[in-house]
């Protein structure tokens, strides 16, 4: 409000571990317990919640809800992709992206904890220890589907998408059909955030504090840089011609 009074406050069924989404006069969020719940932008009431199985042992975090039109998207612990109607929450549909497998409860963690991305009538989505696949937007049919395990997102462009997986390797692949364009294997094992692009380069931080600049066409590095000494596992962040990154340590530096 104008005068900078609470207008609402209300108590979420269940732990919040990813930001919400604001979807025009609702606001919709995806907790920890495997609910999708959708909130009145103007009291807080609860307008729908949908719901999914949690396995026993998941990965601590959650996607961000996406809204693509009418519909809200979500991945989910149990490794499906849901679309729902955003004004009731109707399921429109559900595919399992990433299946368990594997006979301890570690080999069958199946997570798509971070945000789809969606470019016209396409959804692109990645799972730990499981796919990523090209699904249709209207129907979830899955039209291409390659094993890359992650626990990161996605960042695309007009041709390709780019994946950092969970050994540390950055991957593109062609948007068309899943086709691999290069792998950058120099930086395995360093924890790498999700990758953003910037200009001609695509753009990882690590678990050193380090940021890598990589060449979309070839994936080969062309600059390095250390702004500090801790984490970087937030996606950074391109503005106009600027690179901004926030690290653990709560330092906040740009790059042009």
């Known amino acids: 409000a104008a005068s900078g009074k609470q207008r609402w406050k209300v108590r979420v069924p269940g732990e919040l571990l990813s930001p919400a989404l604001v979807d025009r006069?609702?606001?919709v969020?995806?907790?920890?317990?495997g609910r999708l719940v959708a909130l009145s932008s103007v009291d807080g009431k609860q307008r729908w919640a949908v719901e999914d199985l949690v396995p026993r042992l998941s990965l601590r975090g959650t996607a961000t809800p996406v809204a693509a039109g009418e519909a809200v998207i979500s991945?989910?612990?149990?490794?499906?992709?849901?679309?729902?109607?955003?004004?009731?929450?109707?399921?429109?549909?559900?595919?399992q992206v990433s299946t368990a497998r594997g006979r301890?409860?570690?080999?069958?963690?199946?997570?798509?904890?971070?945000?789809?991305?969606?470019?016209?009538?396409?959804v692109?989505?990645?799972g730990y220890q499981g796919r990523v696949a090209m699904l249709a937007l209207d129907s979830g049919q899955i039209w291409w589907a390659r094993d890359v395990s992650s626990y990161r997102g996605l960042a695309i462009d007009d041709d390709q998408l780019y994946v950092s997986s969970s050994n540390g390797e950055v991957v593109a692949?062609?948007?068309?059909?899943?086709?691999?364009?290069?792998?950058?294997?120099g930086l395995k094992q360093r924890g790498l955030s999700t990758p953003a692009i910037a200009g001609q380069a695509v753009v990882v931080g690590d678990f050193e504090g380090y940021l890598h600049?990589?060449?979309?066409?070839t994936g080969k590095f062309v600059a390095r840089e250390?702004?500090?000494?801790?984490?970087?596992?937030?996606?950074?962040?391109?503005?106009?011609?600027?690179?901004?990154?926030?690290?653990?340590?709560?330092?906040?530096?740009?790059?042009?």
């Open 173 to 185: 692949l062609r948007r068309r059909d899943g086709g691999v364009v290069w792998t950058q294997s």
């Open 213 to 217: 600049f990589l060449d979309r066409s």
């Open 104 to 122: 301890t409860e570690l080999e069958r963690l199946a997570d798509v904890d971070s945000a789809v991305r969606v470019s016209g009538s396409d």
């Open 25 to 27: 006069d609702q606001v």
């Open 124 to 126: 692109y989505t990645v």
């Open 226 to 256: 250390h702004p500090g000494g801790a984490r970087i596992a937030a996606q950074p962040l391109v503005m106009g011609d600027r690179v901004f990154v926030v690290d653990e340590g709560g330092k906040v530096v740009a790059f042009r």
């Open 75 to 95: 991945g989910f612990d149990s490794g499906k992709v849901m679309s729902v109607t955003r004004d009731t929450g109707e399921v429109i549909w559900q595919v």
């Open 29 to 33: 969020l995806r907790t920890a317990e």
